[in-house]
């Protein structure tokens, strides 16, 4: 069992930055990929960002490329998101997952509770 608390959420204005941490509990942390979802009101939930077990492969959704950065301390068991220059459409609840091998394929489990980004001008 994994658990996941996710913070740093909060009310930021257009333009400005976040960053937001998840915890992870457990001693094979450094065993699985992590990724960050968010879900904004009315809306799927929709993939974010990801890392791998090591912190040197990362991946990005178009919408967030070359201006959040996710990263990865295994010595602490926390996973990061850096947002910079923010948009409106950038509110959401922010969750992060563990994303798992299974076979050929992958697949995100344990979510954690997730936390409330507010972007406005």
């Known amino acids: 069992q994994v658990q996941l608390v996710e913070s740093g959420g909060g009310l930021a204005q257009t333009g400005g930055s976040l960053r937001l941490s998840c915890a992870a509990s457990?001693?094979?942390?450094?065993?699985?990929?992590m990724a960050w979802f968010r879900q904004a009101s009315g809306k799927e939930r929709e993939f974010v960002a990801r890392i791998n077990r090591n912190g040197d492969s990362t991946y990005y959704a178009d919408s967030v490329k070359g201006r959040f950065t996710i990263s990865r301390d295994n010595s602490k068991n926390m996973v990061y998101l850096q947002m910079n220059s923010l948009k409106s459409e950038d509110t959401a609840v922010y969750y992060c997952?563990?994303?798992?091998?299974?076979?050929?394929?992958?697949?995100?489990?344990?979510w954690g509770q997730g936390t409330q980004v507010t972007v406005s001008s």
């Open positions: 997952a563990v994303r798992r091998q299974v076979g050929l394929t992958f697949q995100y489990d344990y």
């Open positions: 457990g001693r094979t942390f450094s065993s699985y990929g």
